[in-house]
T-cell receptor, first 114, second 113 residues
Framework: GENVEQHPSTLSVQEGDSAVIKCTYS??????FPWYKQELGKRPQLIID?????GEKKDQRIAVTLNKTAKHFSLHITETQPEDSAVYFC?????????????FGRGTQLTVWP | KAGVTQTPRYLIKTRGQQVTLSCSPI?????VSWYQQTPGQGLQFLFE???????NKGNFPGRFSGRQFSNSRSEMNVSTLELGDSALYLC????????????FGPGTRLLVL
C-alpha cells in the first residue's frame, strides 16, 4: 500500500517568517494530496489540496507544490501568524480501488512565536 | 450545510466491553470513512462505507466493524475492548463516489480502562 513520509516532525518559526513542510509518497497511482490542520482538541480541517494534474496551487498565504516525478509535495505558509500554530498533516489517495482511503503522514507540529 | 457530527464526544469503557460510535455525514454525502488517531500511530484508516456497502478496509482486527444506514449515517463498533483501543476516532464524509475531498467530524475520544 501507500506510504507517506512527512518532515519535519516539529517546526518553530518566528511570526512573519515562512514555514515549509515536506512529504513524500510511494505509490505512483496516488493522484490527490490534501493538507489538514489540526488544532489542539479540534477536528482536522482541510486547508488546501492538489491533484496530480496540477504542479502548484495557492490560497492566500498557503501554497502547495507537487513533483510527481520525485513523488513529493510540500506545504508553504508565508507570513506566519501565531494562529497558524497547529499540527499539519499531509495525505495521499488515489482514484483506484482505495478511493475513500487517505494515507496520512505522521504530522508536523508547527509553533509560531510572536 | 451542517458539518459532520459524531456522538458521543467522550466515552470511558473498561477492558472487555464493547462500544458503538455514531457519525452523521454532511447532508448529501454518501461516503463515510473512519480513522483512528493515536499519538503513537498517527491517523490510521479503519474502513469506508458508500451507499451502505463497505468499500475499503484497513489493517485492523475483526473486533472493529461498521455499518451504514440508508440515510448515510454510519456506526462503528469495537468489541472486546483492549487498553490499546484508547484513541480519538474520527469519521469523515465525502460527496460522491468519485470526489476525493473528505471532511472530518470532531471525533469521539475513547478511553479504555
Amino acid at each position: 500500500g501507500e506510504n507517506v513520509e512527512q518532515h519535519p516532525s516539529t517546526l518553530s518559526v518566528q511570526e512573519g517568517d515562512s514555514a515549509v513542510i515536506k512529504c513524500t509518497y510511494s505509490d505512483s497511482a496516488s493522484n490527490y494530496f490534501p493538507w489538514y490542520k489540526q488544532e489542539l482538541g479540534k477536528r482536522p480541517q482541510l486547508i488546501i489540496d492538489i491533484r496530480s494534474n496540477v504542479g502548484e496551487k495557492k490560497d492566500q498565504r498557503i501554497a502547495v507544490t507537487l513533483n510527481k516525478t520525485a513523488k513529493h509535495f510540500s506545504l508553504h505558509i508565508t507570513e506566519t501568524q501565531p494562529e497558524d500554530s497547529a499540527v499539519y498533516f499531509c495525505a495521499a489517495s488515489s482514484r483506484g480501488s482505495t478511493l475513500g482511503r487517505l494515507y496520512f503522514g505522521r504530522g508536523t507540529q508547527l509553533t509560531v512565536w510572536p | 450545510k451542517a458539518g459532520v457530527t459524531q456522538t458521543p464526544r467522550y466515552l470511558i469503557k473498561t477492558r472487555g466491553q464493547q462500544v458503538t460510535l455514531s457519525c452523521s455525514p454532511i447532508s448529501g454525502h454518501r461516503s463515510v470513512s473512519w480513522y483512528q488517531q493515536t499519538p503513537g500511530q498517527g491517523l490510521q484508516f479503519l474502513f469506508e462505507y458508500f451507499s451502505e456497502t463497505q468499500r475499503n478496509k484497513g489493517n485492523f482486527p475483526g473486533r472493529f466493524s461498521g455499518r451504514q444506514f440508508s440515510n448515510s449515517r454510519s456506526e462503528m463498533n469495537v468489541s472486546t475492548l483492549e487498553l490499546g483501543d484508547s484513541a480519538l476516532y474520527l469519521c469523515a464524509s465525502r460527496d460522491t463516489g468519485i470526489q476525493e475531498t473528505q471532511y472530518f467530524g470532531p471525533g469521539t475520544r475513547l478511553l479504555v480502562l
